[in-house]
């Protein structure tokens, strides 16, 4: 779960592009992160702020941070 902490921290929560969670990615599996409370906060306020979930937060963070980990690679 630290690397969750890792990747939320370092993604601009207010200008990570959406995903767009379908039913069916919604339905795969749950899982429960354990998040400091100040990160917890501003993953919660960027949420609202742009009208959608922390859990479509969380997973956008989690794309982008690997789509910018894997251009760093190819460069």
Known sequence: ????????????????????LTSEIRSI????????????????KAAL???TSMNAMVNSAVVAFGKKKS???DD
């Open 1 to 20: 779960m630290k690397l969750i902490v890792l990747i939320l921290k370092t993604v601009d929560l207010t200008t990570v592009p959406i995903l767009q």
């Open 29 to 44: 599996a749950q899982t429960t992160v354990d998040l400091p409370r100040e990160l917890h906060r501003r993953l919660e």
């Open 49 to 51: 702020s742009r009208g």
């Open 71 to 73: 251009i760093r690679r």
